[in-house]
């Protein structure tokens, strides 16, 4: 049976090993591109400005595309089950709880159209 030096031994050499492994798996640093331009450009795809810059301008689209479906589309459907309600004046006070359940809806839409 083996000593617990010789085991403290075979478990300090893995752990170099490992050590070892980690420092050839690390990535070298890259220096910094020299000029403005190159700068620039390395900037944008490293942090891939373009793709962020399109995907904010697709989701203010779909919020405005969700919000068309919930007051022209959706709505009107309520307003058909309760007749006489314009469900937008509904008030509780000085809240409007009508204004609110509507972006309530509108939120809950985009959420799932997201998650799905």
Do not use: N
């Not at 492994?21 to 700068?39: A, D, Q």
């Not at 620039?40 to 373009?50: A, E, P, R, T, W």
């Not at 006489?84 to 809806?105: D, K, N, S, T």
Request: proline fraction near 8%; hydrophobic fraction near 50%; charged fraction near 20%.
């Amino acid at each position: 049976m083996p000593s617990s030096s010789e085991i403290m031994s075979k478990e300090d050499k893995m752990l170099e090993e490992l050590k070892r492994i980690r420092e050839l798996l690390e990535p070298k640093p890259t220096p910094p591109p020299k000029g403005l331009r190159k700068e620039f450009l390395d900037f944008i795809s490293k942090y891939k400005v373009l793709g962020l810059a399109v995907a904010f301008i697709l989701g203010i689209y779909l919020g405005a595309l969700v919000q068309a479906l919930v007051s022209d589309l959706i709505m009107p459907i309520i307003q058909l089950v309760m007749p006489g309600i314009q469900w937008e004046l509904i008030e509780v006070g000085p809240f409007r709880v009508g204004h609110f359940i509507g972006a309530l809806i509108t939120f809950l839409i985009v959420a799932f159209v997201i998650f799905t």
